[in-house]
Every structure is written in structure tokens, then in C-alpha cells.
């Protein structure tokens, strides 16, 4: 076999291997993010079954609590299997994870009602809701970063930007599912029996996830770092030593991130039922077709920021999003369908500016040996703050201002800032991935210092 033919088949080989990479994070994405929004969807009869109260402003508050004590649980995923995958490499820690998230999804759809077992039901909820968080937490940055280094580096943001996208695609697919539940079902069997269906098909989901997981390559650039010895022993600790800087930088970026996210999937549905008052079917189907608008600006963004940059794609979308957000709020609140539909495509497509772009980030401000805790620590924590209490935040703030804009001048504001430090953001789309610290023989580091060399632990 000739030296030319020996390389096609090499390099078919390796497309291959891409892809299926990608697939993988796609799916991982996928049950990450359903698993998440689901649970928004139903929440007026999760709010009715579990937390049953004569007060619906107080029924449906709890309700968005249980949603937020899913997030307290990430910073500690973000350490467990950001520190494993340093450790030991992302593939078997991204299989464990999905079957534990897929597993307590399907948990909370057989669990019993309030008026079964009582105060215990709730508990049970917040358990499970409570072990999604943990495998959550591992999950976007270890998936992703698996994408990145896996990816041809003229390709690195447009491919984490497409993954994450699929992040997108849960929400629009648990929309209408839930939506022809209830249609089909009626809303006596819905409340009934029929929530639990969408629960169930999570850990099916899971199971396909894990299947494809299982046969994915682990890494190059972590495969690179442990034939050179040079793993990091105590990566978190490596973070806050070397990497303050970049922490830093990762956790406003994704402060940004966590609230736009979980304001269009995990609040705004409810926003349109309850403080709006359009219908159900309005609602989810408003969603739907705004949350189309953000994954076809996602993998734009990503592809735009391999040719321009990282940095001026998120200060495009930084800065946009936070004029975007009053209006796309006064057109969501009008009352109709058409203007729900606008306000919030408006809004989806800006934030999904600014979403293609950020995942990539997240990884390249970090080397190789750190890469999944940093990354994770970051995002979780951001995510803990503006993310898991999006909808509790935006259900008070109408209540106590009855205004149904206060959640979009909170909105305004934190993209505002998120802008600001965009514009300080150091370039990352042209450094290799595996730096000075990872090995020896690594691609000198083209990205300017974040901050002093120290020495490596």
C-alpha cells in the first residue's frame, strides 16, 4: 500500500473518530440539558402534585426552588469530575456521567405525589434533583473539551459551538413533547400519569448516549500530557495557584451564559403562562420556535470566532444581547403569540451570540492538565449564582415590582457587565491547547500571559 493511500485511510480514520466525538457530545449535551429543562416545562404540575398549596405564587416559588437546589449541587460535580477527568482522562469519566444523569432523570418519573406519601415526596424530588446536579456539573466542559481536542485546531470553535448548540435542541424537543402530551392525554391523565413520561424517556436517551460513549477515543491532547508524566496530581489545587486569572474570566463569561440559558428555557415558559397569561400551548410553542433562533446563531458564532477571534465574537454578543433584552421583553409581555414569538427569538438569537462563542473559551483559557476543573469550577459556579435561579429570580422580581420587565433590566445589567470584561478577555483562537506546562514538546503558547508563571506542582 503506497504512502499516499496508507494517509487517506489514515485520515478517513481520524474524520471518523471526529465525528463520532462529536456525536457523542451532541447526545451528552442533549440529556445534560433535557434533563434540566424538563423539569421547567412540568413545573406547573410538578408545583400542583409535590408542593401543594393554596398560595400559587408560593406553590410555584418552591417548585423553581427545587429547580435552583439541582444547581447547588454542580460546583461539587465540577470538582469530583473535573479532578477525574485531569486525572484519568474525560472518556470514562464522561460514560459515568451520563448514566448517572439519564438514571435519576428517570428516578423523579417514577416517584410518588404529595398526596401518596406526603412531605417525603418533595424530599424524594430534591434528591434526585439533587444527583442531576452533581452529574450535570461534569458534563458541558467534559464533553466539550473531549470535542476540542479532538478537533483540528482551525476547526476547535466551530465544533465545540455545534455541540453545544445541541444543548438547545432539548428544550425545543421537551417543549413540544410535553405540549403533545398534553394534547393527546388531556390535562386530567397529564397531571395524572402523563408527566412522567418525559422523565422516563431521559434515562432511555441515556442509555443511547452511553452506547456511543463507550466508543470514543480518549483524548490526544490528555493521551500528549500523560506519556510526557507531567498529569497534574491535584488539579484544583493547580487552578487556584496558576490560574486565578483565568477563573476568573471563566466564571463572568459564564454568569452570562447560566441566566440568558435558563431564562429562555427554564423561565420563560412559565413567564407566559403565569404573569402574561398566554396559554399553554402558546407558550411552549412560542418557545420553541424562539429557541430555534439560538441554535442557528450558535454555530455561527463558533465558526466566526475560528476566522476573527474569540474576543469580538463575545463582546458582538455580550453587547447585543444586552440591548436586546428590555425590548424582547416588552414584546414577549404583549400578550400574543406573534409578539412572544418575536420578543423572544430576538432575545435567543443575540444570547446565541454569545453562547457560540463562550464554549470554546472556557477550555483555551486553561492547559491541558487542568483544563476539565478549571473550566468546570468556572462555569459551575456562575451557573449555581445566575443559572439555577433564573426562574425563582424572575418569578419574585415580578412579584415584588409587578413589573414584567424587572427580569429583563436584571438581564440588561449582568450583560452589561459581562461586555465590559469581554473587552479585556485575552485572545485564545490561536494557541495550542496543549501548553508549555503540559509537556515538553508542546506548541509554544501564543495567547498573551493571563498571569505570572509558577512553578508546577
Given at each position: 500500500?503506497?504512502?499516499?493511500?496508507?494517509?487517506?485511510?489514515?485520515?478517513?480514520?481520524?474524520?471518523?473518530?471526529?465525528?463520532?466525538?462529536?456525536?457523542?457530545?451532541?447526545?451528552?449535551?442533549?440529556?445534560?440539558?433535557?434533563?434540566?429543562?424538563?423539569?421547567?416545562?412540568?413545573?406547573?404540575?410538578?408545583?400542583?402534585?409535590?408542593?401543594?398549596?393554596?398560595?400559587?405564587?408560593?406553590?410555584?416559588?418552591?417548585?423553581?426552588?427545587?429547580?435552583?437546589?439541582?444547581?447547588?449541587?454542580?460546583?461539587?460535580?465540577?470538582?469530583?469530575?473535573?479532578?477525574?477527568?485531569?486525572?484519568?482522562?474525560?472518556?470514562?469519566?464522561?460514560?459515568?456521567?451520563?448514566?448517572?444523569?439519564?438514571?435519576?432523570?428517570?428516578?423523579?418519573?417514577?416517584?410518588?405525589?404529595?398526596?401518596?406519601?406526603?412531605?417525603?415526596?418533595?424530599?424524594?424530588?430534591?434528591?434526585?434533583?439533587?444527583?442531576q446536579g452533581l452529574s450535570v456539573g461534569g458534563e458541558a466542559i467534559g464533553s466539550n473539551a473531549l470535542v476540542a481536542e479532538h478537533a483540528p485546531d482551525h476547526r476547535r470553535g466551530a465544533n465545540v459551538a455545534l455541540a453545544y448548540a445541541f444543548g438547545v435542541i432539548p428544550a425545543v424537543f421537551a417543549a413540544l413533547f410535553v405540549l403533545a402530551l398534553n394534547n393527546i392525554l388531556g390535562d386530567a391523565a397529564f397531571e395524572s400519569w402523563g408527566w412522567r413520561i418525559p422523565f422516563l424517556l431521559g434515562g432511555v436517551i441515556s442509555l443511547v448516549g452511553l452506547y456511543i460513549r463507550r466508543r470514543v477515543s480518549e483524548s490526544p491532547a490528555f493521551e500528549a500530557v500523560r506519556s510526557t508524566e507531567r498529569v497534574a496530581k491535584a488539579p484544583l489545587v493547580s487552578v487556584f495557584q496558576e490560574h486565578r486569572r483565568a477563573l476568573g474570566f471563566a466564571f463572568v463569561m459564564a454568569s452570562l451564559s447560566g441566566?440568558?440559558?435558563?431564562?429562555?428555557?427554564?423561565?420563560?415558559?412559565?413567564?407566559?403562562?403565569?404573569?402574561?397569561?398566554?396559554?399553554?400551548?402558546?407558550?411552549?410553542?412560542?418557545?420553541?420556535?424562539?429557541?430555534?433562533?439560538?441554535?442557528?446563531?450558535?454555530?455561527?458564532?463558533?465558526?466566526?470566532?475560528?476566522?476573527?477571534?474569540?474576543?469580538?465574537?463575545?463582546?458582538?454578543?455580550?453587547?447585543?444581547?444586552?440591548?436586546?433584552?428590555?425590548?424582547?421583553?416588552?414584546?414577549?409581555?404583549?400578550?400574543?403569540?406573534?409578539?412572544?414569538?418575536?420578543?423572544?427569538?430576538?432575545?435567543?438569537?443575540?444570547?446565541?451570540?454569545?453562547?457560540?462563542?463562550?464554549?470554546?473559551?472556557?477550555?483555551?483559557?486553561?492547559?491541558?492538565?487542568?483544563?476539565?476543573?478549571?473550566?468546570?469550577?468556572?462555569?459551575?459556579?456562575?451557573?449555581?449564582?445566575?443559572?439555577?435561579?433564573?426562574?425563582?429570580?424572575?418569578?419574585?422580581?415580578?412579584?415584588?415590582?409587578?413589573?414584567?420587565?424587572?427580569?429583563?433590566?436584571?438581564?440588561?445589567?449582568?450583560?452589561?457587565?459581562?461586555?465590559?470584561?469581554?473587552?479585556?478577555?485575552?485572545?485564545?483562537?490561536?494557541?495550542?491547547?496543549?501548553?508549555?506546562?503540559?509537556?515538553?514538546?508542546?506548541?509554544?503558547?501564543?495567547?498573551?500571559?493571563?498571569?505570572?508563571?509558577?512553578?508546577?506542582?
Amino acid at each position: 500500500m503506497s504512502d499516499i493511500t496508507m494517509q487517506s485511510a489514515d485520515g478517513r480514520r481520524a474524520g471518523r473518530g471526529q465525528r463520532r466525538v462529536l456525536v457523542s457530545a451532541a447526545i451528552g449535551q442533549f440529556v445534560e440539558f433535557y434533563d434540566f429543562v424538563v423539569y421547567a416545562y412540568v413545573a406547573s404540575t410538578l408545583a400542583t402534585l409535590f408542593f401543594p398549596s393554596h398560595d400559587r405564587f408560593a406553590s410555584m416559588l418552591a417548585t423553581f426552588a427545587v429547580y435552583a437546589v439541582g444547581f447547588g449541587m454542580r460546583p461539587l460535580g465540577g470538582l469530583l469530575f473535573g479532578h477525574l477527568g485531569d486525572r484519568i482522562g474525560r472518556r470514562g469519566v464522561l460514560a459515568a456521567i451520563i448514566l448517572l444523569m439519564g438514571g435519576s432523570t428517570a428516578v423523579i418519573g417514577v416517584l410518588p405525589t404529595y398526596s401518596q406519601i406526603g412531605f417525603v415526596a418533595p424530599l424524594l424530588l430534591i434528591a434526585a434533583r439533587l444527583v442531576q446536579g452533581l452529574s450535570v456539573g461534569g458534563e458541558a466542559i467534559g464533553s466539550n473539551a473531549l470535542v476540542a481536542e479532538h478537533a483540528p485546531d482551525h476547526r476547535r470553535g466551530a465544533n465545540v459551538a455545534l455541540a453545544y448548540a445541541f444543548g438547545v435542541i432539548p428544550a425545543v424537543f421537551a417543549a413540544l413533547f410535553v405540549l403533545a402530551l398534553n394534547n393527546i392525554l388531556g390535562d386530567a391523565a397529564f397531571e395524572s400519569w402523563g408527566w412522567r413520561i418525559p422523565f422516563l424517556l431521559g434515562g432511555v436517551i441515556s442509555l443511547v448516549g452511553l452506547y456511543i460513549r463507550r466508543r470514543v477515543s480518549e483524548s490526544p491532547a490528555f493521551e500528549a500530557v500523560r506519556s510526557t508524566e507531567r498529569v497534574a496530581k491535584a488539579p484544583l489545587v493547580s487552578v487556584f495557584q496558576e490560574h486565578r486569572r483565568a477563573l476568573g474570566f471563566a466564571f463572568v463569561m459564564a454568569s452570562l451564559s447560566g441566566l440568558g440559558f435558563y431564562s429562555l428555557t427554564g423561565y420563560f415558559p412559565s413567564y407566559l403562562t403565569e404573569s402574561v397569561k398566554l396559554s399553554a400551548t402558546d407558550a411552549l410553542v412560542s418557545n420553541s420556535i424562539a429557541l430555534t433562533a439560538a441554535f442557528i446563531s450558535m454555530p455561527l458564532a463558533g465558526l466566526l470566532s475560528d476566522r476573527i477571534g474569540r474576543r469580538p465574537v463575545l463582546v458582538i454578543g455580550a453587547g447585543t444581547s444586552a440591548l436586546a433584552a428590555v425590548p424582547a421583553y416588552v414584546l414577549a409581555s404583549s400578550g400574543s403569540i406573534g409578539t412572544a414569538i418575536a420578543g423572544q427569538s430576538l432575545l435567543a438569537f443575540t444570547l446565541g451570540i454569545f453562547f457560540g462563542g463562550v464554549g470554546i473559551v472556557w477550555l483555551e483559557l486553561f492547559p491541558t492538565r487542568t483544563r476539565y476543573s478549571g473550566a468546570a469550577i468556572g462555569l459551575n459556579a456562575a451557573y449555581v449564582i445566575f443559572g439555577g435561579t433564573a426562574p425563582m429570580f424572575g418569578t419574585w422580581l415580578v412579584g415584588v415590582t409587578d413589573s414584567l420587565l424587572a427580569p429583563s433590566v436584571y438581564l440588561a445589567v449582568l450583560a452589561t457587565v459581562v461586555f465590559l470584561v469581554a473587552c479585556r478577555l485575552p485572545e485564545t483562537h490561536r494557541t495550542s491547547l496543549l501548553r508549555t506546562e503540559d509537556s515538553d514538546h508542546a506548541t509554544p503558547d501564543l495567547t498573551p500571559e493571563l498571569e505570572p508563571k509558577k512553578a508546577t506542582p
